[in-house]
């Protein structure tokens, strides 16, 4: 049973969790619904009551799921994903690198039947939060949006809180024109079949997508924000942040994935977004090579983890580790930067606030924890008085 491994990856207090990308494989059938712990729209490991919002990556065979997967959360160039095997059994991943970002990535054979009645297909969307249908912009759509529907009414059925998430993927082959017109079409039959089948209230969410880019990235974050509680919590402490500090941008990235669990609420444009994911790579690099003393392994990312990058349009990075595994990075004019002192206590602020905000999340999952062991506990005594009447 895998949840074991959950289980050691979710300490009471993540910081101290080592960087938690795991691969584990397992026959879906092996699982149940105790054993999985399912909650409402939610999986929370049965002993020690984390909530890991479960993402499920579906679509037909080839359209890159498994490329997705490896190129966000293990690093995979591009390149090598035209290697991988075809995925042949339900391949789960748990996702736990910081504070905040903690979920379950299912990564689903193309070739599944969902009316094949040994596939508990309920007992998966039960406990899922969000579920990411990949479908190839290079190749015929026809049969993907069929498959999208079917899965979609599926999932709804059973789970009517599931984020729905299309990514119109492999787009790095088409023209701008090309793109756009595809996703329109896509959009409008998509939900037009949804609309023949009078369930209208289904929304679904798209993004143009392409490993090749960092448009993966991008899409990806917005589908984990959404299963983020305290994202509005996180949104307002950046807000009065770079209102009092004269900062224009600022991003939260975990800085594993690239994934940028929050912002400031004025719009993010794509190319700010690359500069703050090469600002990342640059950083973790040069700390790679000159940072790490022999002994040391993992990333090379800490407390005095910090860049400033000057731009030649004097606009200035600046780049600060909040967490272990989360990072501000912030965009401002030069002007402005020569507040440096105002902006890193403003930034201290930030950083305690946050930790507030850590804090509570802890002491929910300290009582669930002891919730579910009391839960536990009863249940085993009651099995010991039922198997074991003297
Ligand atoms: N051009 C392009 N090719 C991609 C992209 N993503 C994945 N591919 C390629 O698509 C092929 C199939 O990718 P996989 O990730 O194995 O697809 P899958 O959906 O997991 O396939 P199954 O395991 O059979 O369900 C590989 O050759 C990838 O290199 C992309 O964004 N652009």
Redesign the pocket.
Same mark, same amino acid.
């Given at each position: 049973m895998t949840t074991e491994r959950g289980s050691a990856l979710s300490g009471e207090d993540e910081e101290d969790t080592a960087l938690g990308y795991y691969d584990d494989e397992d026959d879906l059938e092996a699982f149940s619904d105790a054993e999985l712990g399912c909650e409402d729209g939610v999986f929370s490991d049965s002993l020690n009551g984390e909530v890991k919002p479960r993402i499920l990556?579906m679509?037909?065979?080839?359209?890159?799921?498994? $490329? &997705?997967?490896?190129?966000v959360f293990h690093k995979m160039s591009?390149?090598?994903?035209?290697?991988?095997?075809?995925?042949?059994k339900i391949c789960r991943e748990d996702v736990s690198s910081s504070s905040f970002v903690s979920f379950q990535i299912w990564?689903?054979?193309?070739?599944i039947d969902f009316f094949d009645p040994t596939f508990d297909y309920e007992m998966i969307f039960r406990g899922t939060g969000a579920l990411i249908f990949?479908i190839?912009s290079?190749d015929d759509y026809v049969e993907a949006l069929s498959r999208l529907h079917l899965t979609v009414t599926r999932a709804y059925k059973v789970n009517p809180d599931i984020n729905f998430e299309v990514f119109i993927?492999?787009?790095?082959?088409l023209s701008d024109d090309h793109k756009i017109e595809k996703q329109r079409d896509i959009h409008k039959r998509a939900n037009d079949d949804l609309a023949d089948a009078g369930l209208e209230r289904i929304h679904l969410s798209f993004y143009l997508? $392409? &490993?090749?880019d960092h448009s993966?990235f991008e899409a990806f974050s917005k589908v984990v924000q959404k299963l983020i509680p305290q994202l509005p919590t996180l949104e307002n402490l950046l807000n009065i942040f770079i209102s009092n500090s004269g900062i224009e941008k600022a991003f939260l990235f975990d800085v594993v994935s690239k994934i940028y669990i929050a912002t400031d609420s004025s719009p993010v444009d794509m190319q700010t977004y690359e500069l703050c994911c090469d600002m990342i790579d640059v950083v973790i690099d040069i700390s790679c090579i000159y940072g790490l003393t022999d002994s040391e392994g993992g990333l090379p990312y800490d407390k005095e983890s910090m860049a400033i990058i000057h731009l030649n349009n004097t606009t200035v990075m600046y780049l600060k580790e909040v967490t272990k595994f989360l990072a501000m990075v912030c965009f401002l004019r030069k002007e402005s930067f020569e507040r440096k002192g105002l902006i890193d206590y403003n930034f201290h602020c930030f950083k305690n606030a946050i930790q507030e905000v850590f804090d509570v999340r802890v002491k929910v999952q300290q009582n669930r924890k002891l919730l579910s062991q009391r839960r536990w506990s009863k249940l085993s005594m009651t099995n010991g008085v039922l198997s074991n009447p003297h």
């Amino acid at each position: 049973m895998t949840t074991e491994r959950g289980s050691a990856l979710s300490g009471e207090d993540e910081e101290d969790t080592a960087l938690g990308y795991y691969d584990d494989e397992d026959d879906l059938e092996a699982f149940s619904d105790a054993e999985l712990g399912c909650e409402d729209g939610v999986f929370s490991d049965s002993l020690n009551g984390e909530v890991k919002p479960r993402i499920l990556l579906m679509g037909l065979r080839r359209s890159g799921k498994s $490329s &997705i997967q490896k190129v966000v959360f293990h690093k995979m160039s591009p390149n090598e994903t035209l290697f991988l095997e075809s995925t042949n059994k339900i391949c789960r991943e748990d996702v736990s690198s910081s504070s905040f970002v903690s979920f379950q990535i299912w990564d689903f054979p193309g070739q599944i039947d969902f009316f094949d009645p040994t596939f508990d297909y309920e007992m998966i969307f039960r406990g899922t939060g969000a579920l990411i249908f990949v479908i190839d912009s290079q190749d015929d759509y026809v049969e993907a949006l069929s498959r999208l529907h079917l899965t979609v009414t599926r999932a709804y059925k059973v789970n009517p809180d599931i984020n729905f998430e299309v990514f119109i993927h492999k787009v790095d082959g088409l023209s701008d024109d090309h793109k756009i017109e595809k996703q329109r079409d896509i959009h409008k039959r998509a939900n037009d079949d949804l609309a023949d089948a009078g369930l209208e209230r289904i929304h679904l969410s798209f993004y143009l997508t $392409s &490993i090749y880019d960092h448009s993966i990235f991008e899409a990806f974050s917005k589908v984990v924000q959404k299963l983020i509680p305290q994202l509005p919590t996180l949104e307002n402490l950046l807000n009065i942040f770079i209102s009092n500090s004269g900062i224009e941008k600022a991003f939260l990235f975990d800085v594993v994935s690239k994934i940028y669990i929050a912002t400031d609420s004025s719009p993010v444009d794509m190319q700010t977004y690359e500069l703050c994911c090469d600002m990342i790579d640059v950083v973790i690099d040069i700390s790679c090579i000159y940072g790490l003393t022999d002994s040391e392994g993992g990333l090379p990312y800490d407390k005095e983890s910090m860049a400033i990058i000057h731009l030649n349009n004097t606009t200035v990075m600046y780049l600060k580790e909040v967490t272990k595994f989360l990072a501000m990075v912030c965009f401002l004019r030069k002007e402005s930067f020569e507040r440096k002192g105002l902006i890193d206590y403003n930034f201290h602020c930030f950083k305690n606030a946050i930790q507030e905000v850590f804090d509570v999340r802890v002491k929910v999952q300290q009582n669930r924890k002891l919730l579910s062991q009391r839960r536990w506990s009863k249940l085993s005594m009651t099995n010991g008085v039922l198997s074991n009447p003297h």
